[in-house]
């Protein structure tokens, strides 16, 4: 089964510029997560989707992030503009649905780097 | 809000020692708990959930209400259980998310 995929792998951008990650979930999965992880701490998550719809976004910084997943399969999260603390590993993760029963497949990450 | 602590970031021992990763957690609910792993190179995974009640490549975790814990442990640690381990914990409804703790790197040596 072909897991959670992401791209670009790493990417490095000056503050102030924009950057997008795309996810592309398990076939099937209708839930979609990103999650930032920060060197040192754990993953935290910025949003998640219930096929198209916003679960929650309560911890994404909505001045600078946004996210989409117009048709309810693969899913854009877009930073503009990038800030220094904004460097980070940010997660893709998939399951067949919401609930805690569900396990959760993450992707390898895409690692951006703010200069 | 619910938070994950886990008070080790690395964590060393000889291959064949007992390993024993800490957990706590805050949460006035009823959570679930989770270990996920995450060896060189690799994705995030799961390793085991509580309330599945398994051990998953020698490891096991027991969640102790009353501590409000959920320490991993293996007997006989080997080189290949290296690895960063993360613990997470969901609460118990319908749409969740996880929290991660910082996350404890283990590493077994020869």
């Known amino acids: 089964e072909a897991g959670v995929a992401q791209s670009p792998r790493y990417k490095i951008i000056e503050k102030r510029q924009s950057v997008a990650f795309w996810c592309n979930p398990i076939?099937?999965?209708?839930?979609l997560y990103w999650y930032q992880q920060i060197l040192g701490q754990g993953p935290k998550l910025l949003i998640q989707?219930?096929?198209?719809?916003?679960?929650?976004d309560s911890q994404l910084p909505k001045d600078r992030f946004s996210a989409e997943r117009l048709k309810g399969v693969d899913s854009t999260l877009k930073i503009q503009p990038a800030k220094l603390e904004d460097s980070a590993v940010y997660l893709c993760?998939?399951?067949?649905?919401?609930?805690?029963?569900?396990?959760?497949?993450f992707g390898e990450g895409s690692w951006l780097t703010v200069v | 809000a619910q938070r994950v602590t886990q008070p080790e970031k690395l964590l060393s021992v000889f291959k064949g020692a007992p390993v024993e990763l800490k957990c706590n957690y805050s949460?006035?609910?009823?959570?679930?708990l989770f270990w996920y792993v995450q060896y060189s190179r690799q994705r995030l995974q799961l390793l085991l959930r509580?309330?599945s009640r398994e051990s998953i490549k020698g490891f096991t975790a027991d969640l102790n209400k009353g501590e409000t814990s959920f320490h991993l442990k293996k007997p006989f640690a080997q080189e290949e259980d290296s690895a960063m381990y993360y613990c997470?914990?969901?609460?118990?409804?319908?749409?969740?998310?996880?929290?991660f703790g910082k996350g404890t790197m283990l590493l077994v040596s020869p």
């Open positions: 993760a998939s399951s067949l649905s919401s609930g805690s029963g569900n396990t959760i497949y």
């Open positions: 989707f219930q096929n198209n719809g916003v679960v929650d």
């Open positions: 949460y006035s609910g009823s959570p679930e």
């Open positions: 997470a914990l969901t609460l118990n409804s319908g749409y969740s998310t996880l929290t």
């Open positions: 509580h309330i």
């Open positions: 076939s099937g999965h209708a839930t």
